[in-house]
């Protein structure tokens, strides 16, 4: 089992900067992959970034150049970094990590508006 606590999230205006924050907890050696997935209202969930434990990282077009996935081994840590923030950023974010079966953190909310 995986737990993952998830912060970060809030209010940013246009142009702004967040950094969300998932802290992993349980069977962590396990973890191959972790990331954030984000669901804006009436979409689907899709896939923003993800860290893989090659040292691979992955991200959607839509946030390349503007957003950074990046993992501390020590605090078992991943983050997202996230500048210049746009209206379309607004969702729901999720931490995930895959080991055999794939966990779930429980969302945090980012609103991107003036």
């Known amino acids: 089992q995986v737990q993952l606590v998830e912060s970060g999230g809030g209010l940013v205006q246009p142009g702004g900067s967040l950094r969300l924050s998932c802290a992993a907890s349980?069977?962590?050696?396990?973890?191959?992959?972790m990331g954030w997935y984000r669901q804006a209202p009436g979409k689907q969930r899709e896939l923003v970034a993800e860290w893989i434990s090659s040292g691979t990282t992955n991200y959607a077009d839509s946030v390349k150049g503007r957003f950074t996935i990046s993992r501390d081994n020590a605090k078992n840590t991943v983050y997202l970094q996230m500048n210049s923030l746009k209206s379309e950023d607004t969702a729901v974010y999720y931490c995930t990590a895959a080991t055999i079966r794939r966990y779930w953190g429980q969302g945090t909310q980012v609103t991107v508006s003036s």
């Open positions: 349980g069977s962590i050696w396990s973890i191959y992959t």
